[in-house]
């Protein structure tokens, strides 16, 4: 990086700390913006600096989401705030079956949070970006007084652009469809509490984080009848149904021996007395075609890294409850309801 | 999942459904109560009820000690939290559960109240730890099966001179329990074939504490693990004994489970714990030598006895049947409440919060299968 005449003494990244002045508008917050996010998520726009970034849309439909992400702790295995920020936004942008173009970041961060670790966040974000060829071209910054906080919060905003032809929305599921899963259910939930503070389990288990945007970009080209899209995060595969079938005035009929459920995330939830099937995922999504489509959009989904645990897992039913009905593994029914609250823990 | 899977083999699975459709005899009924909410919780879960013939019923017992907890202990609660101004640490389904006025542990978190999550109490300890110069109580609630944890952590901190650490004990014991609803039994309580007995509990007291089932009340009683084969093997040896005509305490679990139980626990327990002369269940009432406090020995660790709190009274909500539920007398479904305004997401009685409620179960897991 040039020297900035600006800031004659370089932040000090290694044992410096985020303080109120970094958020105050001034000389300490444009060296902030300088030396960690503009010198890893440099690109073109952001490198314009102004409040937006301008530029001009490709013809088609746009989607743009927002996302906010405060996870605890801001450091698991296989990813962290940084990346997830990244992947969560563009997965979400990517359920339109829309192409993603570029993300906008928003930082809150505590009073004391180490420059440390922002650095490492941010460069994780730049790596997860790159990655996925999606840049961050404008962002935010604000402080909050110590105790006010979690340490960071990050905000990310993404924009995408729908093929021609491809129409995919949760209110489009009908009776018959298929549903189908992209891979094992919970690796993210299970990943993040083995790193809680209050239960530091070992597990052998990455968080799944990824931008799913490629693997849509497959199964669109493939079937671009697809009707509905949607990335299992938190609530995981459960709640993800539940609004599905909600969206589209269906009940669904799911098959417990076809669910994909990696054997350490099974093992983890018996420990804690949860159910797999409502623990967080960041790097799957659920997909629901014509039954006739389902084999062809399988076998596209598992040719792709990202799909290739795909499973066909049910389908799409009449039922004017909108439920979703699970066949256990031992051939009786129950119901996978929503969530209520968040999912807690056993007594015994 | 080793010691896991081989207990929901779904081909094991149908060769007992298999037998307990030969074994039971259609000309008679089975109503057959689980005492455990950890096996209601299996039966649902699994969609166990879809195996068994139609003659053969599981009635839901009490045994969740979420569910029986009465509103004045968690309102007991809020009060040291709220005027007192501790900080209270407890396991986690016990947040939502619905105390006087409507009030909660997590509803009184969020109004500012210091209480804490925590997965086992040397959490409560390490917290009492950091934090010297604040009373830390450990609100500790279960059944036999978590009260030696609880007595470890009263020994820990005496051990450690831990001067801000107490325990509001509230735990209670099975047999007295199953003795009252036994007792009740008959033309004005539930109508009982036998019994699918506590497991992890047993782990602890072991099987002989239940020999009054066959002794005093004529019903069969075996000890079924939590497993979903476990509780069908019970559910095929309960069928036995009374197709049989034998009426004796039988051991499913014998994996964990042994006659005399675990006597180092045993110790711990009679070591710190005393009985209670009375304490209240929720939908049983007020029962003799059916809970625990500190002994005498450990009376500075009781939190109850550092802490004057005064109760008033408490009132279930209007038209609540959880206390019926708890008897087995009701079924979730005869309460006018259930799925109307009382659901897992606004639970108004207890059997509706923790996932081994009757009610929460029906709800969560069997709603499909009656009429709305």
């Known amino acids: ?348 | 999942m080793k010691y896991i899977d081989e207990f929901r083999d779904r081909d094991l699975a149908r060769g007992l459904a298999a037998a307990i459709a030969a074994a039971a005899d259609p000309t008679r009924q089975y109503r057959l109560m689980e005492f455990c909410g950890g096996h209601t919780h299996a039966i649902f879960r699994y969609g166990l009820a879809d195996l068994m013939p139609a003659n053969v019923r599981f009635i839901h017992g009490p045994g969740c000690p979420v569910c029986v907890l009465p509103m004045a202990r968690i309102d007991h609660a809020i009060t040291l939290a709220t005027q007192h101004g501790v900080t209270l640490c407890t396991y986690a389904d016990l947040m939502r559960v619905p105390a006087g006025e409507r009030r909660s542990l997590l509803k009184a978190k969020a109004a500012g109240a210091d209480i804490r999550m925590i997965y086992s109490t040397s959490d409560a300890l390490r917290i009492a730890r950091e934090d010297p110069g604040r009373q830390v109580v450990f609100f500790a609630i279960g059944f036999e099966t978590t009260t030696p944890p609880t007595a470890v952590a009263a020994k820990v901190a005496r051990a450690e001179g831990l001067e801000n650490f107490s325990i509001f004990c509230n735990h209670v014991l099975t047999p007295p329990a199953l003795r009252t609803i036994l007792a009740t039994a008959g033309p004005d309580g539930v109508r009982l074939d036998g019994i699918l007995g506590p497991s992890h509990v047993s782990t602890v007291i072991g099987s002989q504490p239940y020999g009054f089932v066959p002794q005093l009340f004529g019903k069969p009683v075996v000890i079924a693990g939590f497993e979903p084969l476990d509780v069908m093997q019970s559910t095929l040896m309960l069928i036995r004994q009374l197709n049989e005509g034998r009426c004796e305490v039988e051991n499913q679990y014998t994996r964990t489970v042994t006659a005399e139980g675990n006597r180092k626990a045993q110790a711990l327990m009679a070591e710190v714990f005393r009985p209670r002369e009375t304490f209240e269940w929720r939908g049983l009432g007020f029962l003799p030598d059916s809970a625990l406090r500190l002994a005498d020995d450990y009376a500075d660790l009781d939190a109850e006895r550092r802490f004057a709190v005064t109760i008033g009274e408490v009132r279930e909500v209007k038209g609540c049947e959880c206390p019926a539920i708890l008897r087995g007398v009701k079924e979730p479904t005869d309460c006018k409440l259930f799925g109307t305004v009382c659901t897992p997401d606004n639970p108004m009685g207890s059997c509706m919060v923790s996932s081994e409620g009757a009610c929460a179960a029906y709800w969560s897991y069997g709603r499909f299968r009656y009429d709305h």
């Open chain 1, 1 to 348: 990086m040039t020297t900035d005449r600006r800031f004659p003494v370089r932040l000090d990244l290694r044992h410096g700390t985020v303080d109120m002045s970094h958020g105050a508008g001034g000389r300490a917050m444009a060296q902030l913006i300088a030396e960690v996010f503009q010198a890893h998520l440099d690109n073109d726009l952001l490198r314009q600096g102004n409040d937006q970034a301008l530029f001009t849309p490709p013809p088609g439909r746009l989607v743009m989401s927002t996302d906010g992400h405060v996870v605890s702790p801001l450091f698991f295995p296989g990813g962290d705030i940084g990346c997830l920020s990244v992947h969560g936004t563009i997965n979400d942008v990517a359920m339109a079956g829309a192409r993603p173009l570029y993300l906008a970041a928003g930082f809150i961060l505590e009073e004391g949070f180490a420059l440390q670790d922002l650095v490492r966040i941010v460069v994780s974000m730049a790596a997860a970006a790159n990655a996925a060829g999606v840049p961050v071209v404008t962002g935010d910054t604000k402080v909050v007084e110590r105790g006010k906080g979690d340490g960071v919060f990050i905000t990310t905003t993404g924009v995408g652009v729908v093929p021609a032809g491809v129409t995919i929305s949760g209110d489009l599921a009908r009776p018959g469809d298929a549903i189908l899963v992209s891979g094992s259910l919970g690796d993210h939930g299970v990943a993040v509490l083995s790193r809680r503070e209050n239960l530091g389990f070992e597990v052998k288990i990455a968080s799944d984080t990824a931008a799913l945007h490629g693997l849509v970009a497959a199964m669109v080209a493939a079937v671009p009848d697809l009707h509905c899209l949607r990335d299992p995060t938190r609530g995981g595969l459960a709640t993800t149904l539940n609004e599905l079938a909600h969206q589209s005035g269906v009940g669904m009929r799911i098959r417990e021996s076809a669910i994909p459920v990696h054997p350490a995330v099974a093992a983890a939830c018996e420990l804690l007395g949860l159910d797999p099937l409502y623990v967080a995922n960041e790097g799957k999504l659920i997909a629901i075609c014509p039954a006739a489509r389902a084999a062809e959009l399988l076998a596209v989904m598992r040719a792709h890294p990202l799909g290739a645990a795909a499973s066909l897992i049910g389908e799409v039913v009449a039922d004017p409850h909108r439920f979703v009905q699970m066949e256990t593994a031992f051939g009786g029914s129950r119901i996978v309801d929503w969530l209520a609250g968040e999912q807690l823990p056993r007594i015994c």
